[in-house]
């Protein structure tokens, strides 16, 4: 967004920071002001009935309509489609449009209290069933007008007696609808129809450019034009279904005119090619708007290669109310599937009411053929997330959803679950949706794995599709013990010393501690011990096992031995998925001689006995990774004296 500093906006308990370049506008005081997410503002206030809208309001950018609500929770909507933000909060419902930098709209949003953070993808629910009008509602032969906002009912029963026209244009949505909607709803819709309306149903999808006819640069363009216009049908379908507007209805993609051949053209035709394969698969009829300088030579010379809108819209200003164009065959758009924009950027007066319009001449009919009912197609997930979680930590789940024949399928839930967590995901232009688990809490089973599960409910257009399988759980172990010992002369064992206090080994995926209670004092006949303690410690995000066994002193005099004495003994090994590490500290007399210790690893310490071996901080990798670090480890022909044992290992890390 914008620089140049940033001004504090208040509005009944919260606080919207936005640049200082932002126009701010009060409602209550200035209730015609058209509320337009072509430029940067902030709209304060209920939008008035009757705005004072120009008719070629496009193109989105970053603004806000803040309103008085009864809401009391806060809550984030997204339509990634159309480029909108809908919010609660106590005592306000929020849209938030953008165009180049939704992350700059999310920050204003963040900065006021609302969970963006935590947007859920969400469509309008369809209309009851009361409010839905008959497919006719979008077939009318004569004149009509459009306008950007939805003109109020005192103006539309104005009109209806006095103005001549007979449908009405309305801008259902689409990414690049300029001007807000404060009074289009299903019942407004319903009310004309019963008084004699008809419609004409336009969505404001993405243009050839960013400058295309009206957008003023302010226009999201076409990168990706099968997918785009497959997920802009899919939305402009939500957007009618939610005004009662069902299927057999012509909805018009709004073409701004642009500079035709090249790629221009190139990715418009394939745009409203997918645009009219998705609304005839959900059971709509298509209708394209353009520029008879543009569009309309365009879609003729592609007649035979794609599939045509059922019904072509020309802005041709040229003052004829007339459907016949010298630019269109005669065998095209030949059976009531016309019509002609043939004045625009007026404003007119009937009953009193001005309003700002183009006008229009239509014919268009039910259809020669009923609209193909929808048929479902099949779909298929593939998971494509981690193999491996844990706990404690973020996992990233992922999947793709596709036509059994490959193709993505763009803009639908896809609901994930890692054990009995639960996130959900929105696919793509290429068929990828991702959600967030932020911490994995999975019980450890005996095979460490979680299981995971990505499904598709299905809807108008799609079945439903599932993919199910495991992730492995990363887990660690860890032992540690104080003494062990086992000593026999002449074959006779003189003292058995089972390892001592001894944790046993620790499996787990999850923070614990683990220390059985220290063993004040061991006293056999050659060796003697005071103080041994031993615990294991792990962590989570991302797992650890630490092992620590320590002894205040111990003495080994064995016969044939000089006599040895350790203090201040610790072992410690630590194991994560990145590293292992481990250490001993102690003091050491052999003999009643101190014996310098360096830290290396495995030291050895000479006893001057032959066949007898004191190896110092000796530290053994495991067969499953892990390390084994033994402070003192004292072997002889038929003595094992172990003092402070540790070891720790960490699993499924690949």
């Known amino acids: 967004m914008t620089g140049g500093g940033t001004t504090a ?13 932002w126009k701010v506008v009060d409602l209550d005081k200035n209730p015609a002001t058209c509320v337009r997410f072509d430029r940067h503002a902030v709209y304060l206030g209920t939008p008035g009935a009757r705005q004072d809208c120009p008719a070629d309001v496009t193109g989105r950018t970053e603004a806000l309509l803040v309103r008085p609500s009864n809401a009391t929770k806060a809550a984030v909507t997204e339509n990634p489609t159309s480029r909108t933000y809908s919010a609660t909060a106590a005592g306000i419902t929020v849209t938030a449009g953008y165009g180049t930098d939704p992350a700059g709209i999310r920050r204003v949003l963040a900065g006021a209290g609302l969970p963006v953070a935590s947007a ?26 459009d306008a950007c906002a939805a003109p109020s009912q005192a103006a539309m029963n104005a009109w209806k007696g006095s103005s001549g026209y007979g449908a009405v244009g309305v801008y259902i949505g689409g990414e690049n609808r300029g001007c807000s909607q404060a009074n289009l709803d299903a019942q407004w819709v319903q009310t004309q129809y019963t008084n004699g309306w ?12 960013a400058d295309a006819g009206s957008c003023g ?15 802009a049908a899919d939305d402009a379908v939500a957007q009618a279904k939610a005004l009662g507007l069902g299927a057999g209805s012509v909805i018009y993609e709004n073409m701004e005119n642009y500079p035709p051949g090249g790629d221009n053209t190139s990715r418009v035709l394939a745009y409203l090619d997918a645009w009219t394969k998705r609304l005839h698969d959900l059971g709509y009829r298509s209708g394209a708007y353009g520029g008879g300088a543009s569009l309309t030579p365009d879609l003729v010379a592609a007649a035979g290669r794609i599939t045509l809108p059922d019904v072509i819209d ?3 200003w040229n003052d004829r109310a007339t459907t016949d164009d010298p630019a269109i065959p005669a065998n095209l758009w030949a059976d009531h599937q016309r019509v002609h924009q043939y004045a625009g950027d007026l404003t007119e007066s009937h009953g009193g009411v001005s309003i700002g319009i183009d006008r229009d001449f239509i014919d268009v009919g039910t259809g020669s053929t009923p609209p193909p009912p929808p048929q479902k197609k099949t779909t298929k997930l593939a998971y494509t997330g981690p193999k491996t979680v844990s706990d404690g930590s973020p996992a990233t789940l992922s999947a793709t959803l596709t036509t059994d024949a490959g193709a993505p399928v763009a803009g639908r839930k896809v609901s994930f679950a890692l054990g009995t967590q639960t996130c959900d995901g929105t696919t793509d232009a290429q068929g990828a949706a991702t959600c967030t688990i932020a911490s994995v809490d999975a019980p450890l089973t005996a095979d460490a794995t979680v299981p995971v599960k990505a499904s598709f409910a299905g809807d108008d257009g799609y079945l439903p599709a599932e993919v199910t399988g495991t992730a492995r759980l990363q887990y660690v172990t860890g032992r540690a013990y104080g003494l062990s010992a086992d000593v026999s002369l002449l074959g006779l064992p003189v003292v058995s010393v089972p390892p001592t206090p001894d944790t046993g080994t620790v499996r787990t995926a999850g923070a614990s501690s683990t220390a059985p209670p220290c063993t004040a004092d061991i006293n056999a006949l050659v060796l003697s011990s005071k103080t041994l303690c031993a615990r294991v410690d792990t962590k989570t995000g991302p797992g650890g096992a630490t092992s620590t066994a320590s002894l205040e002193e ?9 006599v040895l004495k350790v203090s201040g003994i610790k072992a410690v090994s630590t194991s994560t998925c990145s590293a292992v590490s481990g250490s001993t500290d102690l003091t050491l007399t052999v003999a009643g001689v101190p014996v310098t210790i360096d830290g290396s690893v495995n030291e050895s310490v000479d006893l001057g006995v032959v066949g007898a071996r004191l190896v110092v901080n000796e530290q053994v990798r495991t067969a499953d990774g892990g390390l084994t670090v033994n402070a003192v480890h004292l072997t002889a022909p038929g003595v094992d004296v172990v003092v402070a044992s540790s070891t720790s290992a960490a699993h499924n890390c690949g």
């Open 9 to 21: 906006i208040h509005y009944r308990g919260h606080t919207f920071t936005v640049p200082a370049d």
């Open 120 to 145: 859920r993808t969400a469509a309008p629910p369809a209309a009851p069933a009361a409010l839905a009008v008959p497919a006719d509602a979008t077939s009318y032969q004569g004149n009509g007008f």
């Open 198 to 209: 008809r419609f004409l149903p336009i969505y404001v999808g993405k243009q050839a450019t």
């Open 217 to 231: 640069g302010h226009c999201s363009v076409i990168t990706d034009p099968a997918p785009q216009g497959s997920a």
């Open 314 to 316: 020309t802005a041709r």
């Open 554 to 562: 111990a003495t080994v005099g064995l016969p044939g031995l000089p």
